[in-house]
């Protein structure tokens, strides 16, 4: 059973900084990852991804704020969030692809490319 384990979340004002972790049960070496992002009434948003091979693609709104990586050794990905804005307030959900996602799902950063997901964690901004 593939398991996802997210932390890290919390609340903190804007301008600040999060670092989300996501601890999984599976090698993720050899699997596409990324973080995933809802607010209520809306659909899940990609944040950022991560393939096999350390490849990475960001959605426009976080670029250059967010950063996505991964410990192979410890099968750990994490979010690093910086110069935080009300606007990234919402539930972080970290996903798994059990193989290499490519340059096109990657790019993508859709929720149907992803076949195992955590339960969440809240990520709330006050300006």
């Known amino acids: 059973q593939v398991q996802l384990v997210e932390s890290g979340g919390g609340s903190v004002q804007a301008g600040g900084s999060l670092r989300l972790s996501c601890v999984a049960s599976i090698d993720t070496y050899s699997s596409c990852m990324g973080w995933f992002r809802q607010v209520p009434g809306k659909r899940r948003e990609g944040v950022a991804t991560?393939?096999?091979?350390?490849?990475?693609s960001y959605a426009d709104s976080v670029q250059g704020r967010f950063t996505i990586s991964k410990d192979n050794a410890k099968n750990t990905l994490y979010l690093q969030l910086n110069n935080l804005k009300a606007e990234d307030s919402a539930v972080y959900y970290c996903?798994?692809?059990?193989?290499?996602?490519?340059?096109?799902?990657?790019?993508?950063?859709?929720?149907?490319?992803?076949?195992?997901w955590g339960q969440g964690t809240q990520v709330t901004v006050s300006s």
């Open positions: 996903a798994a692809r059990l193989r290499k996602c490519g340059v096109i799902f990657l790019r993508l950063r859709r929720e149907v490319d992803f076949n195992y």
């Open positions: 991560i393939d096999s091979d350390g490849s990475t």
